[in-house]
Nanobody
Framework: QVQLVESGGGLVQPGGSLRLSCAVS????????MGWYRQAPGKERELVAR???????NYADSVKGRFTISRDNAKNMVYLQMNSLKLEDTAVYYC?????????WGQGTQVTVSS
């Protein structure tokens, strides 16, 4: 069994910053990719950023230059630093860890960008 627990969401004004954290525990042998996804009301869940165990990253075009994903392999943590937040970044953010044969998700953390 694998557990993912996110934290760090909240309410922020446009232009502000938030940092999300995700703790991974359990049977995590073979953990490679970790990622952040988000789902806004009425929209499908979408990839925000992903990072390999070696530190290679990729980002959605909409967040490039504003968001940074990082991880601490020793602590089994993944982070998402979000800067210059926009109204359209409002969503529930989910941590994701595909570990064969499963694909694991956290419970989600709400990020609301509003003036």
């Amino acid at each position: 069994q694998v557990q993912l627990v996110e934290s760090g969401g909240g309410l922020v004004q446009p232009g502000g910053s938030l940092r999300l954290s995700c703790a991974v525990s359990g049977r995590i042998f073979g953990l490679n990719f970790m990622g952040w996804y988000r789902q806004a009301p009425g929209k499908e869940r979408e990839l925000v950023a992903r990072i390999t165990v070696g530190g290679n990253t990729n980002y959605a075009d909409s967040v490039k230059g504003r968001f940074t994903i990082s991880r601490d392999n020793a602590k089994n943590m993944v982070y998402l630093q979000m800067n210059s937040l926009k109204l359209e970044d409002t969503a529930v953010y989910y941590c994701n860890a595909p570990i064969y044969p499963g694909n694991y998700w956290g419970q989600g953390t709400q990020v609301t960008v509003s003036s």
